[in-house]
Nanobody, 124 residues
Framework: EVHLVESGGGLVQPGGSLTLSCAAS????????IGWFRQVPGKAREELAC????????NYLYSVKGRFFISSDSAKNMVYLQMNSLKPGDTAVYYC?????????????????WGQGTQVTVSS
């Protein structure tokens, strides 16, 4: 059974940094793309970043590119999202999600498996 568990959320001041972690289990880590998403109540879920399991390439939403960085550790079955220069508008529930790469290098897009989410609040 695919299982994704996010951690690392919390309260941070504007301009601060936070690193989210996603622990993956129940599937062959190197066969799945992993992405980070966020959602604010009443708004559509937003894809932020993804990392390809096939070639290690990454993709970012334009509004977080240069501030957020996704990385993975296949030895630990972990994916991370380092978030810098956080703004109040980054406040949301953050999710990691996975999909079978199916041999494709492209990691952006819909995912089949989701974690439960972790709350990030950016406020002074």
């Amino acid at each position: 059974e695919v299982h994704l568990v996010e951690s690392g959320g919390g309260l941070v001041q504007p301009g601060g940094s936070l690193t989210l972690s996603c622990a993956a289990s129940g599937f062959t880590f190197d066969d799945y793309h992993i992405g980070w998403f966020r959602q604010v109540p009443g708004k559509a879920r937003e894809e932020l970043a993804c990392i390809s399991s096939t070639d290690g390439s990454t993709n970012y939403l334009y509004s977080v590119k240069g501030r957020f960085f996704i990385s993975s550790d296949s030895a630990k079955n972990m994916v991370y999202l380092q978030m810098n220069s956080l703004k109040p508008g980054d406040t949301a529930v953050y999710y990691c999600a996975a999909n079978d790469a199916g041999g494709s290098n492209w990691c952006w897009g819909s995912k089949d498996y989701w974690g439960q989410g972790t709350q990030v609040t950016v406020s002074s």
